[in-house]
């Protein structure tokens, strides 16, 4: 089956840098890319997502791109905000099946 | 994705015992999928329901099983709760041709004790 891996676990960034979430996948077969940001004790929140015959995709300071070659996507967020502190998921979902395959997650931390 | 409703919110069972959780989807979406999201994780896929059939199951044992009604809300039901079963139970509900965009529900948290 499918597997996603996520990185970095962690990332802490001062307000009005850059971050980015790197992600890769083993099937070659997935085609659909959806980012999720989960706050502590709510619901996972769809902020992105790309499908494979796009290779970058943007929503005001969130854009995310992806490599079908290598296999891997990543997050970028723009001049980050002390609100964009949450953990980020990227999953990956198999063509045809639909099941989303999550990362580990990151929790991203934002200083003031 | 507020329009997915989950029900109850909490939940406490002890072992062995039988739990039912409930979904409603987005009003207009007709597939649901559950996860299981252990604390510290990414959610796992346990079932994909569409048109009241299902057309997805993760890697659970037969002691969860779920169903959708033809209103499209749908349940999922755990037999012989474990300690391990412990967890935030996520909906989806699941828009687009390609029955791919889910946006999930505030989840049920059990707790097996």
């Known amino acids: 089956g499918e597997n996603v891996e996520q990185h970095p676990s962690t990332l802490s960034v001062q307000e009005g840098d850059s971050a980015v979430i790197k992600c890769t996948y083993s099937d070659s077969a997935s085609n659909y890319f959806p980012w999720y940001k989960q706050e502590l004790g709510k619901r996972p929140q769809l902020i992105i997502d790309i499908r494979s015959n796009v290779g970058e995709k943007k929503d005001q300071r969130i854009a995310v791109t992806l490599n079908k070659t290598a296999k891997h996507f990543s997050l970028h967020i723009t001049e980050t905000q002390p609100e964009d502190s949450a953990v980020y998921f990227c999953?990956?979902?198999?063509?045809?099946?639909?099941?989303?395959?999550f990362g580990s997650g990151t929790r991203l931390q934002v200083q003031p | 994705d507020a329009g997915v409703t989950q029900s109850p919110t909490h939940l406490i069972k002890t072992r062995g015992q039988h739990v039912t959780l409930r979904c409603s989807p987005i009003?207009?979406?007709?597939?649901v999928s559950w996860y299981q999201q252990v604390l510290g994780q990414g959610p796992q896929f346990i079932f994909q329901?569409?048109?009241?059939?299902?057309?997805g199951r993760g890697n659970f044992p037969d002691r969860f099983s779920a169903r959708q009604f033809p209103n499209y809300s749908s349940e999922l039901n755990v037999n012989a709760l474990l300690l391990g079963d412990s967890a935030l139970y996520l909906c989806a509900s699941i828009w687009g041709r390609e029955r791919d965009t889910q946006y999930f529900g505030p989840g049920t948290r059990l707790t097996v004790l």
């Open positions: 329901y569409y048109e009241k059939e299902e057309r």
């Open positions: 999953a990956a979902s198999l063509a045809g099946r639909r099941a989303l395959t």
């Open positions: 009003s207009g979406h007709k597939s």
